[in-house]
C-alpha cells in the first residue's frame, strides 16, 4: 500500500501489486534499529519531560505546576543563540548579546532551550497523532467491515459519505472542524487557542475515509475467500465470521498502515499549525514551532525553525521506515502463506 | 451508457452534497453572520445597523434559501460581490485559479519528468546502486512535508543567497524570468513530495510488469532493452501513476494553501482559507465549487484513462 501525499498528508490509498517476496530488498537491518532507537528517545523524551535530566525546565517560576509541563525555560541571557555547533552562524548579526552559542539546537527569542522545547513538542505531536490515529482506525474499520461485508444499502450509503469526504479538500474540512471549537469571539485568522480535542477530532475524521476504503476493499476480498464462505455455510453468525474470521486477516495491513498514518497525521497537524490553527500559545508541537520561527527564518534566524523541523523529520522518517518494514514483513507472509 | 448516467449522477450528488455542506458548516462557524457585520460594520454597530446589513448581505433569509440563491447566482454566472471589499468574487477566483494551476501544472510536470526515468531505470536495474539511492532519496523526500521544504529552500535560496525574491512576486507568463522567480520555489516544494511518491509507484509496478511472461517473451525474440521498457512495460505499469497524478491535480489546485501561504502567493487554496477566516460565505462557496468541478472532472477522467492504459479493464467492471 502506497498513500499519495498530498499537502495535507491523506489521500486514497493506491494498492501497488505485490513483488515477489525474495526480490525485495530488504532494508538494512541497521537503519531499521536505528529508526527504532530513535522513535524510542523520542517517546522516552516526551513521556520524561518533566524530570528528564538533559531537558532545561524550571517549575520554580510558574504558581500553577500545570504550566510548568507546557513551558521550558532556558538562560534569558542566551536569548536567540545559534546552537553549539553552528559554527558558519553568526550570531552577532542577529541580537547583539555577543558571539556565544549554546544548547544542541541553541535558543529562541524567548531564551527557550530549542532542544528542551522540541521534547515538550514531541509530548504534544506524539500525543494527537497517536490518539487521532487510533480514533480514525476504530471507526475506519467498523465503518469498512460494514460496508464491505453486508453490501447493499449500507456500502452505498458510507460510499457516498466518504467519497463527499474525500471530494472537500482536506484542509478545508480540517479547517472546518477546528473552527467550530472557538469561541465565538474569535473572528481573526490566527487564534491558538484551542485544547488539543478539536485538533484531534480533525485529524481522526481526515483519517477516516481512506481507511473505511481500505478496510473495505479487504474485506470483500476476504468475503469472497473460502474460509470466510465455509464459515457462513456451517451456519456462523455474521458477528463471528467479521469478528473471527475477517478482522485477524485485515489487521496486518491495518498495522502497517497505522504507523504511515500516524507519520501523515503528524504531517497534517504541522500544516494545520501553519495556517495558525494549533493548540494553545503556550503548547509547543513541531508544528508550531516550525511556524512560529517563520518570520525570523527571514532575517536569517534558522535555528528555532529548523531545528524542531529536523526533530520532526527525523521522527517521520523513521515511523515511516518501520511501517515499510512491517509492510514488507506482512506482505511477505502472505505471499508465502 | 447506463454506466455513463450512473456516474454523471453520482457526481452531481457529490457536488451537490460539498456545496450545500460547505454552505451549511460555513454559516454554523462560531459567531455566524454577527462576524460579518462586525467585520463590515466594526465595533459598536447598533443592532438596527447590524439588521441592515445582514439584510442588505440577505444574511437574514434561511440558510437553504441562501443556498438556492447562491446555486441560481453560480448557474447564471453573476456572482455577485465579496462582503467586505466590495470586489467581484468572479474576478477575485479568476485571479487566482491561474496561479493554483501554474503551480500544479508545473509541479506535476517537474516531478514526472524525474520520476519517470529514475523509476524505469531502478526497476530495470533492481537492487543496483542506482536503485538503492533512487528508493533511499524517494524514501526521504516523502517524509519532508512542505512546510519543512519551504523554509530550507527559502533559508538557502532567498536569505543566505538572494537569488529569488521573497515573498514571490506573481508575474505571468509575459516575463519569463520574473515568472520563473516567483514559482520556482513553490514549484520545486511540491514536487519534492510528488516526485517521490510517482517514483515508488512507478518502480513497484514496473517490477512487477517486468516480471510477467509477455517481456520474457520480447527479451527472449531479441527485443532491445529501450524498446521493452518504452513499448511494452511502460504503458501497463502506468495504472497507478496515472490514478496518483490524477487524483493530485485536484489536490494540488485547492490544497497547496501551505506553499501559497508561505511564498505569499495568492492561490486557490490561499482565497479560500482567507475567506474563511474573513467569512466570505459566497467566496468560500464559490471556490469550493469550482475545486470539487475540478475533483469530479478529474476522477471521472481517470476511470476513462483506464481503458486507454489498459484495455482488458471494460468500462462498468467494478474498480478496486
Known amino acids: 500500500m502506497t498513500m499519495v501525499a498530498t499537502d495535507i498528508g491523506i489521500a486514497a490509498p493506491i494498492a501497488v501489486p505485490l513483488t515477489k517476496a525474495g526480490r525485495r530488498r530488504r532494508r538494512g537491518r541497521i537503519t531499521m534499529w536505528l529508526a527504532i532507537a530513535w522513535l524510542a528517545f523520542i517517546t522516552i523524551s516526551a513521556v520524561g519531560a518533566n524530570f528528564l535530566p538533559y531537558i532545561k525546565h524550571s517549575c520554580s517560576q510558574y504558581s500553577n505546576p500545570k504550566q510548568c509541563s507546557t513551558h521550558v525555560k532556558g538562560d534569558l541571557l542566551k536569548v536567540e543563540k545559534p546552537p553549539a555547533w553552528a559554527w558558519f552562524a553568526n550570531p552577532e548579526k542577529n541580537i547583539g548579546n555577543g558571539p556565544e552559542r549554546t544548547g544542541w539546537f541553541g535558543t529562541d527569542r524567548n531564551g527557550y532551550d530549542l532542544f528542551s522545547r522540541s521534547m515538550f513538542g514531541a509530548r504534544n505531536s506524539l500525543l494527537i497523532g497517536a490518539l487521532s490515529i487510533t480514533f480514525g482506525l476504530l471507526l475506519g474499520t467498523v465503518l469498512g467491515m460494514i460496508a464491505g461485508y453486508y453490501r447493499g444499502w449500507a456500502d452505498r450509503v458510507i460510499e457516498v459519505v466518504t467519497n463527499i469526504l474525500l471530494a472537500f479538500p482536506a484542509l478545508l474540512l480540517a479547517i472546518f472542524i477546528v473552527t467550530f471549537s472557538d469561541k465565538p469571539d474569535s473572528t481573526s485568522s490566527a487564534s491558538d487557542t484551542r485544547s488539543i480535542g478539536p485538533i484531534i477530532i480533525a485529524l481522526s475524521i481526515l483519517a477516516v475515509p481512506p481507511l473505511t476504503r481500505l478496510v473495505r476493499a479487504n474485506t470483500i476480498m476476504y468475503t469472497q475467500r473460502e474460509f470466510v464462505v465455509a464459515a457462513r455455510s456451517i451456519g456462523a453468525p455474521n458477528r463471528r465470521i467479521l469478528l473471527r474470521e475477517i478482522l485477524p486477516n485485515i489487521i496486518p495491513t491495518l498495522l502497517s498502515f497505522a504507523l504511515t498514518g500516524l507519520a501523515l497525521l503528524l504531517v497534517a497537524e504541522g500544516a494545520l499549525a501553519a495556517l495558525g490553527l494549533s493548540v494553545e500559545a503556550p503548547l509547543p508541537t513541531w508544528g508550531r514551532m516550525i511556524s512560529s520561527g517563520q518570520e525570523r527564518l527571514r532575517q536569517g534566524v534558522w535555528w528555532p525553525s529548523l531545528m524542531p523541523a529536523l526533530v520532526m523529520f527525523l521522527t517521520i522518517l523513521a515511523i515511516n521506515l518501520l511501517g515499510d518494514v512491517l509492510a514488507e514483513r506482512f506482505n511477505t507472509r502472505e505471499v508465502i502463506a | ?320
Do not use: C
Open chain 2, 1 to 320: 451508457m447506463r454506466y455513463f448516467l450512473n456516474r454523471l449522477l453520482q457526481l452531481a450528488i457529490v457536488v451537490f452534497a460539498v456545496t450545500f455542506l460547505t454552505s451549511v458548516a460555513l454559516r454554523f462557524l462560531p459567531g455566524g453572520s454577527d462576524v460579518v457585520v462586525a467585520l463590515k460594520t466594526g465595533p459598536g454597530a447598533t443592532r438596527e445597523q447590524a439588521q441592515a446589513v445582514k439584510h442588505q448581505l440577505g444574511l437574514d433569509r434561511s440558510i437553504v434559501s441562501q443556498y438556492f440563491d447562491w446555486m441560481h447566482k453560480f448557474v447564471t454566472g453573476n456572482w455577485g460581490f465579496t462582503f467586505q471589499t466590495n470586489q467581484s468574487i468572479k474576478t477575485e477566483v479568476v485571479r487566482a485559479l491561474p496561479i493554483s494551476a501554474f503551480i500544479m501544472v508545473y509541479a506535476q510536470i517537474l516531478s514526472l519528468l524525474f520520476a519517470m526515468p529514475v523509476a524505469m531505470w531502478s526497476a530495470y536495474r533492481q537492487g543496483s546502486k542506482f536503485d538503492r539511492f533512487g528508493t533511499t532519496t524517494a524514501f526521504g523526500l516523502l517524509s519532508a512535508p512542505n512546510y519543512i521544504v519551504a523554509p530550507v529552500l527559502m533559508a538557502a535560496f532567498s536569505v543566505q543567497r538572494k537569488w529569488v525574491p521573497f515573498p514571490s512576486i506573481y508575474a505571468g507568463l509575459g516575463d519569463p524570468v520574473a515568472h520563473f522567480k516567483a514559482f520556482v520555489l513553490p514549484v520545486v516544494t511540491v514536487a519534492i513530495p510528488l516526485y517521490a511518491g510517482y517514483m515508488r509507484l512507478l518502480r513497484s509496478d514496473l517490477i512487477a510488469t517486468l516480471q510477467s511472461d509477455f517481456i520474457t517473451t520480447a527479451r527472449a525474440s531479441g527485443v532491445g532493452t529501450w524498446s521493452i521498457l518504452f513499448k511494452h512495460a511502460l504503458r501497463p505499469s502506468l495504472f497507478s501513476i496515472v490514478t496518483a497524478a490524477a487524483v493530485n491535480i485536484g489536490a494540488l489546485m485547492g490544497g497547496v494553501v501551505i506553499v501559497e501561504q508561505f511564498f505569499l502567493l495568492n492561490g486557490m487554496g490561499r482565497l479560500t482559507v482567507e475567506s474563511i477566516f474573513r467569512r466570505e460565505y459566497p467566496t468560500v462557496q464559490y471556490a469550493v465549487v469550482v475545486l470539487a468541478l475540478i475533483y469530479v472532472t478529474v476522477n471521472f477522467l481517470i476511470d476513462l484513462s483506464y481503458a486507454w492504459i489498459d484495455p482488458r479493464v471494460r468500462v462498468g467492471r467494478a474498480l478496486g
